[in-house]
T-cell receptor, first 109, second 119 residues
Framework: QKEVEQNSGPLSVPEGAIASLNCTYS??????FFWYRQYSGKSPELIMS????GDKEDGRFTAQLNKASQYVSLLIRDSQPSDSATYLC?????????FGAGTTVTVRA | GAVVSQHPSWVICKSGTSVKIECRSL??????MFWYRQFPKQSLMLMAT?????????EQGVEKDKFLINHASLTLSTLTVTSAHPEDSSFYIC???????????????FGPGTRLLVL
């Protein structure tokens, strides 16, 4: 079983819609969770971090964490073409980050 | 602030040669740096953790004699791919653990990556 699992997509949404991304993880002891955005050919950039159950909002992004279900999600509201990228879920295990395979999002203009 | 650079950004080499990739933290000191490899359509896979002044810690399945890591200063870590073969062609990305952002417990700053093609 992979440590971090994501639907690979692609997820296609119209401009202005909500994109919903899901991630599950296997290590129940994980405490820190991150969402990174990676444009094609570029390195990842951090967009959200979350540490406690519930929702955390930052601009158009909302991260949701449910430790009991070992589930973390990312919502992108009012999706823009510039949001088209691969979104990587990362979980801190010990001192390291373990990444999911990423979900590719395409926002249609 | 908190910029990480990598050099070179692109490298093409012949099979059997060695390639060195540099990772630098430009405006902060990084006692810990990480080296990742990413194949097309796949996720980042941690290869090794590099700690300044000590030996790197390699992930299971990563050959330490093939991927030499040196972290000689607080701002520089190098990855040398020795006797490179076509299957080593990949996107190599380093990150450095740096100044904590407000509300973020673990801040890794990623370099722009180095694309290696072994012919």
């Amino acid at each position: 079983q992979k440590e971090v699992e994501q639907n690979s997509g692609p997820l296609s949404v119209p401009e202005g819609a909500i994109a919903s991304l899901n991630c599950t993880y296997s290590d129940r002891g994980s405490q820190s969770f991150f969402w990174y955005r990676q444009y094609s050919g570029k390195s990842p950039e951090l967009i959200m971090s979350i540490y406690s159950n519930g929702d955390k909002e930052d601009g158009r992004f909302t991260a949701q964490l449910n430790k009991a279900s070992q589930y973390v999600s990312l919502l992108i509201r009012d999706s823009q073409p510039s949001d088209s990228a691969t979104y990587l879920c990362a979980v801190k295990v010990d001192y390291k980050l373990s990444f999911g395979a990423g979900t590719t999002v395409t926002v249609r203009a | 602030g908190a910029v990480v650079s990598q050099h070179p950004s692109w490298v093409i080499c012949k099979s059997g040669t060695s390639v060195k990739i540099e990772c630098r933290s430009l405006d902060f000191q990084a006692t810990t740096m990480f080296w990742y490899r990413q194949f097309p359509k796949q996720s980042l896979m941690l290869m090794a953790t590099s700690n300044e002044g000590s030996k790197a810690t390699y992930e299971q399945g990563v050959e330490k004699d093939k991927f030499l890591i040196n972290h000689a200063s607080l701002t520089l870590s190098t990855l040398t791919v020795t006797s490179a073969h076509p299957e080593d062609s990949s996107f190599y990305i380093c990150s450095a653990r740096g100044p904590l952002l407000a509300g973020v417990q673990e801040t890794q700053y990623f370099g722009p990556g180095t694309r290696l093609l072994v012919l």
